[in-house]
């Protein structure tokens, strides 16, 4: 679908479709998820841009179930790839098998992977080795696998949602930063309050939930995708944004000194980018008519934590990758 391919009317009953879908998309994931309020906002909105998705927390917080109710709303073709430490890559993209044709004759035949889906839960990707996580950065980028030589496309819109676990525990394996630069964000999933764990508890012994029931298509997303990038925003709020990404580069002019005590490696341009598409479709969803600075503020969290590099002094202080950011965003001046 081209820029030019909604027509002002089309535009107008998309933006029209986002804003009344946020509540009905609340009302279906509350038949299976509980609290969770700015989890599943920043994934809303990564499905909204086009982007892909981390999600880190620790076993048993309901991120793979997330994942899969958030495929069923959007009524996207969904896979599910368990990472594994034996996984290999044609696991993932598929391989060429030999195979008889009519004519007794034999060739090789593509069979595709379960890549080849519009929602990918790569679920607790850091537990294979590197190898095999890097076998999603073609299909992430390009949206195309290579096998033997040949190019396959994959069909649209296609996302990679992925779990991890914490880095600290066993058997994990960190992702290379080259890949996670691909991931729009990384959202964080924590432990519930006591009062929304007492009901996820109350509601996951009871009787089964109701079923979700899908309130889109591809072809709406797609749409919301354009509508998104046509949201209008200030040069001098992604001015702001560009100021934080290239604030988090140590040892620049007007890097702030504590990013150089802190941080061995900054944010690049794809994170001004990621704040400034973010924050477009975060604007739309909450019914704006262009993007603020808020908008940008909000998502630079889980738009930063995995593409900046903590120092070893940092480490070693109990300095943690919120607190920069923190002290990044009341360094910088928005204007």
């Known amino acids: 679908m081209s820029s030019e391919s909604l027509s002002l009317e089309q535009e107008e009953q998309t933006i029209g479709q986002i804003r009344s879908g946020r509540e009905k998309i609340a009302a279906e994931l ?8 700015d989890v599943i906002e920043q994934l809303l909105i990564c499905l909204m841009a086009g982007g892909h998705c981390l999600i880190t927390g620790a076993p048993g917080l309901a991120k793979t179930l997330l994942v899969r109710s958030v495929a069923k709303i959007f009524h996207l073709h969904f896979q599910r790839i368990q990472f594994t430490p034996d996984l290999m890559p044609a696991d993932i993209t598929g391989t060429e098998i030999l195979e008889d044709n009519a004519d007794g004759r034999r060739r090789m035949t593509f069979v595709k992977g379960p890549i080849f889906a519009n929602v990918i839960l790569a679920d607790e990707i850091n537990r294979t080795p590197p190898k095999t996580q890097a076998a999603l950065l073609e299909a992430m980028q ?14 649209e819109p296609f996302f990679v949602l992925a779990t991890q676990n914490p880095i600290e525990m066993e058997g994990t394996y960190p992702l290379p930063e080259a890949q996670l630069d691909r991931f729009m964000f990384n959202v964080l999933i924590d432990y519930l309050p006591a009062e929304q764990e007492l009901a996820v508890v109350m509601q996951t012994t009871a009787t089964r939930a109701e079923p979700i029931q899908p309130l889109f298509t591809g072809e709406d997303v797609l749409r919301f995708h354009e509508a998104v990038r046509r949201v209008p925003i200030a040069e001098e709020v992604g001015a702001y944004a560009v100021r934080l990404a290239s604030s988090t580069r140590p040892d620049r002019d007007g890097t702030p000194d504590f990013i150089n005590h802190y941080v061995s490696w900054g944010a690049g341009l794809r994170a001004a980018q990621t704040l400034v598409l973010g924050a477009k479709a975060r604007a739309l969803l909450a019914g704006n ?3 603020r600075f808020e908008d940008i503020r909000a998502l630079a969290h889980p738009a930063l934590r995995h593409r900046v590099l903590l120092s070893y002094k940092a480490e070693a202080e109990g300095v943690t990758i919120e607190d920069v950011i923190d002290q990044l965003l009341s360094t910088v001046p928005a204007k």
């Open 289 to 291: 008519a262009h993007v």
């Open 30 to 37: 509350s038949k299976t998820i509980v609290g969770q309020h």
């Open 142 to 155: 390009e949206h195309q696998v290579t096998a033997a030589g040949h190019r396959y496309e994959l069909d």
